[in-house]
């Protein structure tokens, strides 16, 4: 039965015509946007070709320039440092120590909510001018910081927003290390490798196959960030922390232009498809399979 | 061998140590974690004037006021006709999604169909396509179709297992089944559709509810596509309805909006604290076993 195409093609039906319909369409149709003056309140026959203009005037455009700029720091800030602190927490945490279950659910509990309008909110109250740090800070005799009013502070706070949302990746890497065969450790230890010397040779490079796929999702998402700025700070002060998605969003459905939105979304699509192919296509250089180790173990 | 007995003395205390200062760690780094939550939920219950004044966040004078006047909202409508107009998209979102999802990874992972290679690499791609790219467009289409103003933009492209990432999750999950029970069903007389759901769903339950809570998560979150498509705010979700709140009253009731944000949070933080196990096992199924 299992090798009746017929029937088989019938099952991923769905999908095809999903594909075709709200992807592939999509797809193409917001790239022939992005050569036009469309606006969201016109009939779509009114909007003129106007080739590259979009793209040709981004040049121009401070504001893109601006927000290209923060949308890099942003990743590459959060990215690294999000993937450090997971790999790190994950370590102290594979350890066979009594309530450490305990410990796995509070740090991944924010990754699950972290994404919604309600910790959004909460976030902007706790970095507010009266708000919970600044409280803090006054308690201890200091004096209190305008949070979302300083681009370098407001940046600092959706980068916090972010970095609290380590669990996934760390739930990721921790699967990974338990899967990391213990004798490698033992025969380590006879060979008398310090604890540090092991991460190093043995915990890192097993890991890389996680370390690969979590470093991947956390671009993808980090590029696309939307709910944390939009509703702190607005993409502001003085377009501080004004990224790329939220951008493409107010272009079109604030601006109206749908063709500069759809120009700018596709420079996006483009830097995280230039960003994912160089990471699949340097992963023969430092990713290590557990295949490649040539024997059983690794339960593959 | 002085020295040894010195060593081995001090080697004895060395797990002691390290444990001492993994608690120490997980400790202080959960509790920094924990501590906004807890302040929202505990200024959920607090009075205003107390909020601003307190940065700990059990109540000294605890009271529901947060609650009883946040649910009443600024606008015409409660709290309630919020929360069910979330469960109005996030339910047919989660029911669609869920059905699709295991239809096609069954096609995917048991079928030899012809360009199997290349539909899964397009299936991957999805996962990693900025959603972005295709908002425009489908916003544009779904004006056409006339579901502006409706939930059907929010849930219907889901019935056509457009997030690749759930059924990556349940194709890797079905691979690692054996064949003998739906080999011998097919014996049997059953037909594909009948070993679908007779034999492999109930065997594939945990990454089938492993996808349900993920949807369900991430339908309670999104804020995007609601904000685009709904504009009559008595479609508006919870998350719509925050929003809101902040901009109309963030000067003075913060307590209200705390309280509305704690019980926008409760089902998801009901859903993980029940079954935490499929949300680590959905989240690791790909990265590790892939």
């Known amino acids: 039965m299992y090798n009746n195409k017929l029937i088989g093609s019938l099952y991923v039906t769905p999908f095809v015509i999903g594909f075709l319909l709200f992807t592939a369409f999509p797809f193409v149709a917001s790239f022939i946007l992005s050569l036009t003056d469309a606006r969201l309140q016109d009939q779509l026959g009114a909007a003129q070709f106007t080739g590259v203009a979009n793209y040709t005037g981004m040049v121009a455009d401070s504001t893109f320039q601006k927000s290209l700029g923060v949308t890099f720091a942003y990743v590459f800030i959060t990215v690294p440092l999000k993937l450090a602190f997971a790999l790190f927490i994950a370590v102290v945490l594979n350890f066979k120590l009594r309530g450490i279950g305990l410990f796995r659910t509070a740090f991944y509990l924010p990754s699950i909510l972290g994404g919604s309008v309600a910790i959004a909110v909460v976030w902007r109250f706790v970095f507010a001018g009266d708000g919970l740090i600044n409280q803090g800070l006054g308690s201890l005799g200091i004096g209190g910081v305008n949070w979302l009013g300083e681009p370098t502070t407001a940046m600092f706070s959706i980068v916090l927003l972010r970095l609290w949302q380590f669990g996934s990746a760390m739930v990721v890497f921790l ?8 004798d490698l450790y033992e025969a ?43 509703i702190i700070t607005a993409g502001g002060p003085l377009k501080s922390s004004y990224l790329l998605p939220l951008m493409i ?14 120009a700018l979304s596709w420079v996006l699509f483009i830097i995280i498809a230039i960003f994912t192919a160089v990471a699949f296509w340097s992963q023969k250089h430092w990713v290590f399979y557990a295949q490649d180790r040539g024997d059983d173990k690794g339960g593959h | 061998m002085v020295t040894a007995t010195i060593d081995t003395g001090w080697r004895k205390h060395l797990p002691v140590l390290n444990a001492f200062l993994r608690y120490g760690i997980l400790i202080l780094v959960g509790f920094v974690m924990i501590y906004p939550l807890l302040w929202m939920i505990g200024g959920a219950f607090k009075n205003n004037a107390e909020i601003f004044s307190s940065i700990g966040f059990i109540p000294k004078a605890p009271t529901t006021d947060g609650f009883v006047n946040g649910w009443k909202t600024s606008t015409e409508y409660s709290f309630a006709t919020y929360l069910l107009n979330t469960m109005k998209i996030v339910i047919p979102k989660v029911i669609v999604t869920v059905i699709s999802s295991v239809v096609v990874a069954y096609g995917f992972a048991r079928f030899a169909i012809p360009g199997r290679k290349w539909l899964f690499a397009l299936l991957m791609a999805t996962v990693l396509l900025p959603k972005s790219v295709l908002l425009i467009p489908q916003y544009l289409m779904f004006r056409e179709f006339g579901w502006l103003d409706t939930y059907l933009p929010l849930y219907a492209p889901q019935a056509f297992a457009t997030e690749g990432f759930f059924v990556f999750m349940i194709i890797q999950f079905m691979r690692t089944l054996p064949l003998d029970m739906e080999e011998a069903a097919v014996m049997d007389g059953c037909n594909s559709f009948q070993v679908l759901t007779l034999i492999v769903c ?26 685009i498509y709904l504009s009559s705010v008595e479609k508006y979700p919870v998350a719509l309805a925050l929003k809101m709140s902040i901009d109309v009253t963030e000067a003075t009731s913060w ?3 705390l309280a509305m944000s704690t019980i926008a949070i409760a089902p998801s933080l009901i859903l993980f604290f029940a079954a935490q196990k499929y949300f680590v096992e959905g989240l690791t199924s790909g990265a590790v076993k892939g």
């Open chain 1, 188 to 230: 380590a230890d006879l060979d008398g490798a310090s604890r540090m010397k092991q991460f190093w040779m043995i915990t890192l490079p097993l890991l890389t196959p996680v370390l690969f796929f979590n470093f991947i999702m956390q671009i993808v998402q980090a590029f696309q960030e939307f709910n944390g700025p939009y």
């Open chain 2, 255 to 257: 307590n209200e909006i």
């Open chain 2, 202 to 227: 109930p065997v594939i339950l945990p990454a089938i509810i492993s996808v349900a809570l993920f949807q369900f998560m991430w339908s309670m979150n999104d804020f995007l596509q609601p904000l």
């Open chain 1, 249 to 262: 969003y107010e272009e079109a459905f604030k601006y109206f232009n749908l063709g500069y939105s759809s």
């Open chain 1, 175 to 182: 699967a990974g290390l338990k899967a990391i065969p213990e």
